[in-house]
T-cell receptor, first 115, second 119 residues
Framework: NAGVTQTPKFQVLKTGQSMTLQCAQDMNHNSMYWYRQDPGMGLRLIYYSASEGTTDKGEVPNGYNVSRLNKREFSLRLESAAPSQTSVYFC??????????????FGQGTRLTVV | AQTVTQSQPEMSVQEAETVTLSCTYDTSENNYYLFWYKQPPSRQMILVIRQEAYKQQNATENRFSVNFQKAAKSFSLKISDSQLGDTAMYFCAFMKHGWSGAGSYQLTFGKGTKLSVIP
């Protein structure tokens, strides 16, 4: 059982380049999330998708776009990378349980450096 | 919007001793969940313990327990018999319960506490 899989695990971009971070989960979860982690800042929510077909902005959405391709996949796109987007990015997913919500499961993270 | 505050950026504890990590949160909600996640140097986020706000009993998981004070909006994590493998960043997190409007599905994290267990 793979859980939440992120690709790539590491990436170096030049300023102005674009790229897409991929995330897939095999747990049949409804909700998916993208976070960024910076030293001293904890995890900050970029975008989330409560269910297939919906996406919403989180705390720090500027410079990013997302696509909920299907129930399994949720991608994050940087259209024109900036050094301020150097960070570790985490994808997470969560089910809506019968008796309420459940905890989130995380991918291994993507370390992105923009030079 | 909900906020989560962890006031201790770094802590250390001797192996086999007990340590308590603090977390406070701000919300107007009555039904919600609270979590503690652990992030070791491997970077993987691992759920340590969860607490449903409607439950008065504090959650426990082996050496890990919480002190949940709903009125004070406090959710501290106690680690007993600390082990070297407990060295990690610990994040407190908040989530609204259910399908109740804006922010229903958001999981909000504190800035973390870096815990070092000293041999």
């Amino acid at each position: 059982n793979a859980g939440v899989t992120q690709t790539p695990k590491f990436q170096v971009l030049k300023t102005g380049q674009s790229m897409t971070l991929q995330c897939a989960q095999d747990m049949n979860h409804n909700s998916m999330y993208w976070y960024r982690q910076d030293p001293g800042m904890g995890l900050r929510l970029i975008y989330y998708s409560a269910s297939e077909g919906t996406t919403d902005k989180g705390e720090v959405p500027n410079g990013y776009n997302v696509s909920r391709l299907n129930k399994r996949e949720f991608s994050l796109r940087l259209e024109s990378a900036a050094p301020s987007q150097t960070s570790v990015y985490f994808c997470a997913s969560r089910a809506l349980g019968t008796y309420g919500d459940t905890e989130a499961f995380f991918g291994q993270g993507t370390r992105l450096t923009v030079v | 919007a909900q906020t989560v505050t962890q006031s201790q950026p770094e802590m250390s504890v001797q192996e086999a001793e007990t340590v308590t990590l603090s977390c406070t949160y701000d919300t107007s909600e009555n039904n919600y969940y609270l979590f503690w996640y652990k992030q070791p140097p491997s970077r993987q986020m691992i759920l340590v313990i969860r607490q449903e706000a409607y439950k008065q009993q504090n959650a426990t998981e082996n050496r890990f327990s919480v002190n949940f004070q709903k009125a004070a909006k406090s959710f501290s994590l106690k680690i007993s018999d600390s082990q070297l493998g407990d060295t990690a960043m610990y994040f407190c997190a908040f989530m609204k319960h259910g399908w109740s409007g804006a922010g229903s599905y958001q999981l909000t994290f504190g800035k973390g506490t870096k815990l070092s267990v000293i041999p």
